[in-house]
């Protein structure tokens, strides 16, 4: 048996999540001017509330480093604050400010459309897919 990349399943997988997201990410960056790891970062505020920088890096797949350039380019632009960590001296917590709860209101309509978009391009299939990567999710 010869390998062949195109079919082998890590790869498609990727490839296909590689070109949603770029699909997507044209979306907020019309809307907001936003970038991946920009995105990524207010959307984890948005339901997680006040967290650090290693909380949104263990949670959103992106190194430290592109984290923390995100959340000061969003705290620039006046989306979030950052404050002390009540007990570790060494974290910064941060959290969004109403300027960035009225920017992920009208972003997640954009995800919401998007995403019943995707949910009708795979038609009948959606159901299956999402019990797949339910299942793949599961074993970590």
């Known amino acids: ?5 195109d079919e082998f399943l890590p790869y498609r997988l990727s490839v296909a999540a590689s070109q949603i997201s770029r699909r997507f990410a044209a979306r907020y960056a019309k809307e907001a001017g936003l970038t991946i790891p920009e995105w990524r970062v207010l959307a984890h505020l948005d339901h997680s ?4 920088v290693r909380d949104i890096h263990a949670r959103v797949n992106l ?7 995100a959340a000061s380019r ?3 632009a006046g989306f979030l604050r ?3 960590h009540d007990t570790d001296r060494r974290l910064i917590v941060m ?3 109403p300027a ?10 954009v995800a919401t459309g998007f995403q019943a978009e995707l949910l009708s391009e795979l038609g009948e299939d959606a ?7 339910r299942q793949l999710a599961s074993r970590g």
Do not use: I, N
């Open 74 to 76: 969003l705290e620039k």
């Open 82 to 84: 950052k404050s002390g």
């Open 95 to 97: 959290e969004l400010t």
């Open 63 to 69: 190194d430290k480093s592109m984290v923390s350039r």
């Open 49 to 52: 509330g006040a967290v650090s």
């Open 1 to 5: 048996m010869t390998f062949h990349l």
């Open 100 to 109: 960035g709860r009225d920017l992920m209101a009208r972003l997640g309509q």
């Open 127 to 133: 159901a299956a897919l999402d019990r797949a990567l």
